[in-house]
C-alpha cells in the first residue's frame, strides 16, 4: 500500500490525549486548539470556500466523497470526528485509509482509541508514522508509554519531535525528564519555541531552578503563598499597562531587572501565562511583586484567579488588602478559600480576628486546617490565648507543633514555661530552635540563664543574635562587657541598638562615654561642640523613653549650658519614676530659685530611696528652723546612703539634735 502525503490535515490526537492524561488539563486543552485550526485548513483554499461555514464544508465534502475524492473523504471523516459521530466518520476514515492517506490512517486510530479498542488503534497510528506522520507517530509514542515500553516510546516521540511536532517534542522532554536525562531541556525548549505553553511554563521553572544555584548570578525568584494568614502581604495598586519587563521609566533598562537565566526564565513564564496558562501567570505575578511590579502582578493574578487558580486569587487579596481595598481583598480570598485554599482561609480569619468577629474568625482558622494548612492550628491557638483560653490555646498549639510548625512549638513551651512547668517547656524550645526559630533560641537562652547556666544560656542568646534577634544581641553584649571584652561588647550593642532596643542604645553610649576624652576649661566665646556619637545614643534611647538615658541627656544639656532642654530631660524622667531624674530637677530648680518646687521633686526621690535628696531636704528644713522635720530626713539619708550621705547626714541630725536640746 502507498501512502499519500497530508492532503487532508491531521486531526490531532487532543482527545486521546484528553482521556487519558486528563491531569494536564492545560496541554489538552492546547493541543485541541491546534488541532481544530489545522482541520479547519483541510478545505480548498480556494475563494470560494474559504468563508464558507461548518455546515456547507460537510456537503461539499459529502458529495466529493460520494464521488470518490480522497481528500474530501479524509477530511469529512476528520471533521464528523471532531463532531464525535464516530459511527458517520468510521467509513469515510476506512476508505481513505484504504486508498493510502496517512492522515486517514492517523485519525482512524484516534476514532478506534476512542471506541476502546487501543492496540487496533497503535496498528493505524503505526502505518501513519512509518508513513511519516508526526500526530501519529506521537500517538503511538504515547500509547507506548502508557504501557511501560519506554524505548519504543522514546523512538516515536522523537520522530514526533524531530519533525518539528510540538506536542511530540513536549512528551519526548517529558520521558526524558522523568528519567533525568540532560536532554529533555533541548525539547522543552523546541516545544515551548512552537507556542506550547506548558512547555515554555516547564522550561522557565528549569531556567529559574538552574539560576538560583549557588555562583550563578542575579536572580529573582517569585514568592510562593503566602506564611500565615496572619501576615498580610505587600501593597499593590490597580491594574495597568506598564512597560516590558526589564525596562524602567521612559523605557531606559531598569537595573533592578532580572538578568541571564533569571530574565529568559521570565520570558517564558510571560509568553505561557499570554497562552492563558495560569500557573505561569500565578508564578509571574509572584516575580513581578517581587520586584515591585505590583500593577503588573496585580493583572497577572487576575488573569490566573478568572482562570481559577486559587492562590493567584489568594494573591491577589493580599495585594488588594495592602492596597487598602480590604472589601476586594476579602471577596478573592472567599473564593480561593472556597476552592480549598488554606492560606486565603488564614487570611480572612485574621481579617475577621482584627474587626473582633473571633467565632468567624475561628471558624476561617478551622477551615484553613481542614484544608491542610498548619497555620490554621497556630493561628487558633494564638486566638485562644488572647481570650484566655488556655486549655484550647495549648491544644492548638500542641497539635501544630507535632505536624512541624516550629513558632507553635515556641508558643507551647512559653504557655509550659508560664504554667511553671519548665521541663515540659524546654524539648518543644529545642525544636522549634533546630527548626530555625530565632525566639526559641531566645527563649532558651532565658531558661538556662533563670537556672544560672550562663554558658549554655551564651550559646543560644549567640545563636539567636546572628539570626538578628535584637534582645540576644544585647544580652550577648551585656555578657561581653562582664568579660571585659569591650570590642565584641560594642559590635552586639550596635546590632541590638539599631534594632530598636533602647537598653542596648543607653549601653553602647555609655561605652562610647567612656572613651571620651576628658574636657577641656570652658572658653568664653568659643563655638559650641556638635554631638558626639555617644550622645546621640543616650538621646535615641532616651527618646524611646529609657529613664537612665534621659537622665543622661539632661546632665549632658546642663552641661553645655542649655538648661531649658536640661529641665525637659529630668522632667520627663523624674515624671516616669526616675529617683535620679527628680533629684537632679530638684537641684536645677533650686539653683534657678525655685526651691519650693525643687523640695517637692527632692521628696519624690527621698521616697524612692534616694539618699542625696534626703540629705537636701534635712538640709533645706535645718535653714528653715524645722529641726525635727530635718533629723527625720537625716535619719532617713542615713539609711539610703551611700556612706559619704550617710555621713554628712548623721553630723548633720546631731547637730540638730543638739539644738533641739539646748
Known amino acids: 500500500m502507498v ?11 487532543g482527545r486521546f490525549v484528553q482521556r487519558h492524561a486528563r491531569n494536564a488539563a492545560d496541554e489538552i486543552i ?14 480548498e483554499t480556494d475563494a470560494d470556500t474559504e468563508n464558507e461555514t461548518e455546515t456547507e464544508s460537510e456537503a461539499r465534502h459529502r458529495r466529493a466523497a460520494e464521488r470518490g475524492d480522497l481528500a474530501s473523504m479524509s477530511a469529512l471523516g476528520a471533521l464528523l470526528l471532531r463532531r464525535g459521530d464516530l459511527d458517520g466518520a468510521e467509513p469515510y476514515l476506512r476508505g481513505a485509509t484504504a486508498e493510502g492517506d496517512r492522515a486517514a490512517a492517523n485519525n482512524l486510530g484516534v476514532l478506534l482509541h476512542q471506541r476502546g479498542y487501543a492496540d487496533e488503534a497503535a496498528g493505524w497510528w ?12 506521537h500517538a503511538l ?54 507556542g506550547h505553553r506548558e512547555a515554555a511554563y516547564r522550561l ?31 501593597p499593590g495598586g490597580a491594574v495597568g499597562t506598564v512597560p516590558p519587563a526589564g525596562a524602567g521609566p521612559g523605557g531606559a533598562p531598569d537595573p533592578d531587572a532580572p538578568k541571564g537565566e533569571s530574565a529568559e526564565a521570565e520570558q517564558w513564564f510571560r509568553q505561557a501565562a499570554a497562552r492563558g496558562h495560569r500557573r505561569a501567570a500565578l508564578h509571574l505575578g509572584a516575580i513581578l511583586e517581587k520586584r515591585g511590579d505590583l500593577k503588573e502582578a496585580g493583572r497577572w493574578y487576575l488573569s490566573s484567579a478568572k482562570e481559577g487558580e486559587a492562590k493567584a486569587a489568594c494573591a491577589l487579596g493580599f495585594l488588594l488588602r495592602d492596597a487598602g481595598d480590604q472589601e476586594s481583598a476579602a471577596v478573592w480570598w472567599l473564593r480561593a478559600a472556597q476552592d ?18 473571633q467565632q468567624t474568625a475561628e471558624r476561617w482558622y478551622r477551615a484553613a486546617m481542614d484544608a491542610g494548612d498548619v497555620n490554621g492550628a497556630y493561628n487558633l491557638g494564638l486566638l485562644c490565648a488572647a481570650q484566655d483560653r488556655i486549655p484550647q490555646a495549648e491544644q492548638w498549639y500542641r497539635r501544630a507543633a507535632y505536624a512541624g510548625h516550629r513558632e507553635a512549638a ?54 539567636a543574635a546572628a539570626a538578628g534577634h535584637t534582645e540576644a544581641a544585647l544580652q550577648v553584649g551585656i555578657a561581653a562587657l562582664r568579660d571585659g ?20 542604645a543607653f549601653r553602647l553610649a555609655t561605652v562610647l562615654d567612656a572613651r571620651r576624652p576628658e574636657p577641656g576649661p570652658a572658653v568664653l566665646g568659643a563655638p559650641r561642640e556638635e554631638k558626639t556619637e555617644c550622645e546621640e545614643w543616650y538621646e535615641r534611647a532616651a527618646q524611646q523613653g529609657h529613664r537612665r538615658a534621659q537622665v543622661r541627656v539632661g546632665m549632658l544639656a546642663a552641661g553645655r549650658g542649655d538648661l531649658a532642654e536640661a529641665d525637659r530631660w529630668y522632667r520627663e524622667a523624674a515624671e516616669a519614676g526616675s529617683r535620679n531624674g527628680a533629684f537632679n530637677l530638684g537641684l536645677l530648680l533650686a539653683r534657678e530659685g525655685s526651691e519650693r518646687e525643687a523640695a517637692l521633686w527632692w521628696t519624690r526621690a527621698a521616697r524612692a530611696g534616694h539618699g542625696r535628696a534626703a540629705l537636701r531636704l534635712a538640709l533645706l528644713a535645718a535653714r528653715r528652723g524645722e529641726l525635727t522635720e530635718g533629723r527625720h530626713w537625716c535619719a532617713r539619708a542615713v539609711e539610703l546612703g551611700p556612706a559619704e550621705v550617710a555621713e554628712r547626714a548623721a553630723r548633720l541630725s546631731e547637730a540638730l539634735h543638739q539644738e533641739l536640746t539646748a
Open 30 to 43: 492546547e493541543a485541541v486548539g491546534a488541532v481544530d485550526a489545522a482541520v479547519d485548513t483541510t478545505a
Open 141 to 194: 509514542g504515547r500509547h507506548h508509554r502508557e504501557r511501560g515500553d519506554e524505548p519504543a516510546a522514546e523512538y516515536w516521540l522523537r520522530q514526533a519531535a524531530e519533525q518539528g511536532h510540538a506536542l511530540g517534542a513536549y512528551a519526548l522532554a517529558d520521558l526524558l525528564e522523568h528519567r533525568s536525562d540532560v536532554g529533555a531541556e533541548r525539547w522543552l525548549r523546541a516545544a515551548a519555541e512552537q
Open 204 to 234: 522557565a521553572l528549569v531556567l529559574e531552578l538552574r539560576a538560583a544555584e549557588p555562583g550563578r548570578g542575579p536572580h529573582e525568584t517569585g514568592r510562593g503563598p503566602h506564611d500565615t494568614g496572619a501576615r498580610l502581604r505587600a
Open 485 to 504: 571584652d569591650e570590642r565584641t561588647a560594642e559590635r552586639h550593642l550596635r546590632c541590638a541598638a539599631g534594632g530598636g532596643s533602647a537598653e542596648a
Open 410 to 463: 515556641n508558643a507551647l513551651a512559653v504557655l509550659l514555661l508560664q504554667a511553671g512547668d519548665a521541663n515540659g517547656a524546654e524539648p518543644w524550645f529545642s525544636k522549634a530552635a533546630e527548626a530555625g526559630s530565632v525566639d526559641a533560641a531566645f527563649n532558651l537562652g532565658i531558661l538556662h540563664a533563670g537556672r544560672d547556666d550562663d554558658r549554655t544560656a551564651l550559646v543560644w542568646y549567640e545563636r
Open 3 to 13: 501512502f499519500m502525503g497530508d492532503r487532508a490535515t491531521l486531526l490531532e490526537t
Open 340 to 357: 480549598g485554599d488554606g492560606n486565603a482561609a488564614n487570611a480572612l480569619g485574621a481579617l475577621h480576628a482584627a474587626r473582633g468577629e
Open 126 to 137: 503505526r502505518v501513519a508514522a512509518v508513513a511519516g506522520s508526526a500526530p501519529a507517530a
